[in-house]
């Protein structure tokens, strides 16, 4: 389909009749197997191809639901919603924004990020310069927009963001494109990284980069923040803030790597203190840090801030002789910790009553679907079977939750 076919599909179902369509729609659940005859139905009143876009959209939306608090108002591509960010990223992403009465949202797509940088309270009308190549998306883009009132604040530009005029721009925020249109990953994305921190930070100094969770460490620029967030314990991106809107650190730290667990914004950085953590035997209790922290690469400083060791070199568990309530891990309490015994495994767990097992593996090899097949529990208790290493030994934990009995 044509971009111009699209186009028509989208202010078609933005008119009157798919407007109406939509709204019909809502709340449905299009994916099972009703939807053939609501299909059916449907084309009785109003035309095959709006039916069509109609169903679509009320699929992306129920898959947006987890993203966006409107979603049930807004209108999609399937590309474009997999790339955008969460509402609740977003937000925390605009707040560093916030003194910005001109920001440019650089490739825009559908808008996720431009509704939170246009609603920071120092933007003026028309203040958000909203561009992206795609049509289809900047129109996206602009009817997300009006779903939440701010569209008086952008201005809509299609046009390559490396060509694009951005004089009287106070900052930037740019998210490139890591699909082709026919889903091809791009390696280093459109535009490229070097582009970002090269040629763009010299146009304008504030500017904010969206890159993928495992972005090398090594790729980001002297002076800049790489900022890792999760939402909860799902890792979902990382941001590379440049020197002017990078927050300090400690002392002696003036752009430091930063693990954030959304949505309550708890953030872990460096400390000034680099003394090695000790590695000992596993505690009473196990800390499995947020993906976010072991991303950042502060376990270590972790462990610092909670007065726990590691049990191994190179594996990204705490222990801790003391329950802990923070952000950045999940707490287990050890009920049984042994050297790695797989036909003893079994008789281990029925002797503590474990029925059922979440298996955690790191830093020991092994096929988890086929373990869990042969354990063939029936115990009355839930538990987390930990498959990691001790000194580097093979090792077994089985832990419940902190507060569990």
């Not at 509402?87 to 925390?92: I, Q, S």
């Not at 494109?177 to 459109?190: C, F, H, P, V």
């Not at 146009?203 to 790729?219: C, Y």
């Amino acid at each position: 389909m044509t971009d111009d076919e699209t186009l028509a599909r989208l202010r078609a179902l933005d008119g009157p009749q798919g407007r109406a369509l939509l709204e019909a729609l809502r709340g449905v659940d299009v994916t099972g197997e009703g939807r053939l005859a609501l299909g059916t139905r449907l084309r009785r009143d109003h035309p095959a191809e709006l039916v069509a876009a109609a169903l679509g959209q009320q699929e992306l939306r129920a898959r947006a639901a987890a993203k966006f608090p409107r979603a049930a108002d807004m209108l999609f591509t399937r590309a474009g919603l997999e790339q955008a960010s969460s509402a609740v990223v977003a937000r925390h992403r605009a707040a560093r924004y916030r003194g910005c009465a001109r920001i440019a949202d650089l490739c825009c797509g559908v808008g996720g990020d431009l509704v939170a940088l246009a609603d920071g309270p120092a933007v003026v009308e028309g203040g958000v310069l909203a561009v992206d190549r795609d049509p289809v998306h900047l129109e996206l883009a602009r009817h997300n927009a009006a779903v939440h009132g701010v569209a008086g604040r952008v201005a809509f530009r299609e046009a390559d963001v490396r060509a694009v005029d951005l004089a009287g721009v106070d900052a930037a925020f740019v998210d490139p494109a890591r699909r082709t249109g026919t889903g091809r990953r791009l390696g280093d994305g459109e535009p490229p990284l070097r582009w970002c921190v090269g040629d763009l930070a010299a146009r304008i100094g504030r500017v904010g980069i969206k890159a993928a969770p495992g972005l090398p460490h090594e790729a980001v620029p002297p002076g800049w923040e790489a900022e890792f967030v999760a939402v909860d314990r799902d890792l979902k991106e990382a941001v590379l803030w440049s020197p002017a809107l990078a927050t300090p650190g400690p002392a002696g730290v003036p752009a430091p790597t930063r693990a954030t667990v959304l949505p309550a914004g708890d953030t872990l950085v460096a400390g000034v203190a680099d003394d090695p953590v000790a590695v000992g035997d596993p505690a009473e209790y196990l800390l499995d840090p947020n993906p976010a922290v072991t991303r950042a690469g502060l376990v270590e400083e972790l462990a610092r801030r909670l007065g726990g060791h590691k049990i191994d070199d190179r594996i990204a568990f705490l222990a801790s002789a003391d329950p802990v309530r923070t952000p950045f891990a999940r707490t287990l309490r050890v009920v049984d910790s042994g050297p790695w015994h797989q036909k003893q495994l079994a008789q281990r767990l029925r002797r503590l009553d474990v029925g059922a097992v979440d298996i955690r593996r790191r830093g020991l090899a092994g096929d988890v679907d086929a373990l869990h097949r042969g354990l063939r529990l029936t115990g009355s208790r839930r538990a987390t079977l930990v498959m990691t290493r001790v000194r580097d030994r093979p090792w077994a934990l089985v832990c419940v939750d902190a507060e569990a009995g």
